[in-house]
């Protein structure tokens, strides 16, 4: 079974600024089956990034993924105030299906 | 417009059972897979369980595996969780997830429903 494990656990930063968080899987995934998520508190999650680096539907392009092999990231360019969140990455596989990362938590400094 | 409105959550006993439901509304309910994903209290996302559009083939996460069961019912746009011998460890907002436009990812999810299992 592929472990993710994300980084930082909580990353503190200022509207405006850039976030940066990573992914990193216990063996090799496919950039194919890689994608992020935000979840605000008391929401269900919103698919960002599916593919490693494809966008999902109405997604702004300040978010962007990149990555390959066992290190992905999820690159926000200038943080919007309704960006701060937690954030999940999750790989797809045969069993288990799907994957999560323990989460990031970005909050507002 | 995509909507997932799940139901049937509610307090349980440690052993009991209970059936949630999730209808969809707004695509071709029958050419996406369907998943289960749940939140204990203030922890992260756990997949629970994936069904294919015609019902062919299912996966369980080993923490439900004998305990829980994913189906669907094309006709009437629904998929189920029933879900027995239930654990205070089962305690959860169970969500449903459709897998569809994105390739491997969850691109709509529903509102959730609180399962509480405790005496």
């Known amino acids: 079974e592929i472990v993710l494990t994300q980084s930082p656990g909580t990353l503190s930063l200022s509207p405006g600024e850039r976030a940066t968080l990573s992914c990193r899987a216990s063996q090799s995934v496919s950039s194919s089956f890689l994608a992020w998520y935000q979840q605000k508190p008391g929401q269900a999650p919103r698919l960002l990034i599916f593919g490693a680096s494809r966008r999902a539907t109405g997604i702004p392009d300040r978010f962007s993924g990149s990555g390959s092999g066992t290190d992905f990231t999820l690159t926000i360019s200038r943080l919007e105030p309704e960006d701060f969140a937690v954030y999940y990455c999750q790989q797809y596989g045969s069993s288990p299906r799907y994957t999560f990362g323990q989460g990031t938590k970005l909050e507002i400094k | ?119």
């Open chain 2, 1 to 119: 417009e995509v909507q997932l409105v799940e139901s049937g959550g509610g307090l349980v006993q440690p052993g009991g059972s209970l059936r949630l439901s999730c209808a969809a509304y707004g695509f071709t309910f029958s050419t996406h897979s369907m998943n289960w994903v749940r939140q204990a209290p203030g922890k992260g996302l756990e997949w629970v369980s994936y069904i294919t559009g015609g019902s062919s083939t299912v996966y369980y996460a080993d923490s439900v595996k004998g305990r829980f069961t994913i189906s669907r019912d094309n006709a009437k746009n629904s998929l189920y969780l029933h879900m027995n011998s239930l654990r205070a460890e089962d305690t959860a907002v169970y969500y449903c997830a459709s897998q569809g436009g994105a390739p491997a990812a969850l691109d709509y999810w529903g509102q959730g429903t609180l399962v509480t299992v405790s005496s």
